[in-house]
């Protein structure tokens, strides 16, 4: 079994920051990639941010400039540094994973619980 448990989330004003942290635990031989997404109430679950094993990090052109994708191999973490956050960055914030269990296993995904953000204008 794999966890995915993020921690962070917050009430913040317009122009304030966050950091979003995930940590992986659990059976785990590899992560091919760690990302970011998020549910706005009323709409559909969006990708933030992406940071594929030993690959470039990308973004969503709404955030691009303002939210960085980090992660800590060591600690099979993914963490979301956000800055000047608007109002419409208010959402539920999930951790993914694709991610394999052992050795000659294919890469599943895996989903944290969500962590909530609220901006305030």
């Known amino acids: 079994q794999v966890q995915l448990v993020e921690s962070g989330g917050g009430l913040v004003q317009a122009g304030g920051s966050l950091r979003l942290s995930c940590a992986a635990s659990g059976s785990i031989f590899s992560i091919t990639a760690m990302n970011w997404y998020r549910q706005a109430p009323g709409k559909q679950r969006e990708w933030v941010a992406s940071?594929?094993?030993?690959?470039?990090?990308t973004y969503a052109d709404s955030v691009k400039g303002r939210f960085t994708i980090s992660r800590d191999n060591a600690k099979n973490t993914v963490y979301l540094q956000m800055n000047a956050l608007k109002p419409e960055d208010t959402a539920l914030y999930y951790c993914h994973a694709l991610l394999i269990n052992g050795i000659g296993a294919s890469a599943r995904n895996y989903w944290g619980q969500g962590t909530q953000v609220t901006v305030s204008s």
């Open positions: 940071a594929p094993n030993g690959g470039t990090t």
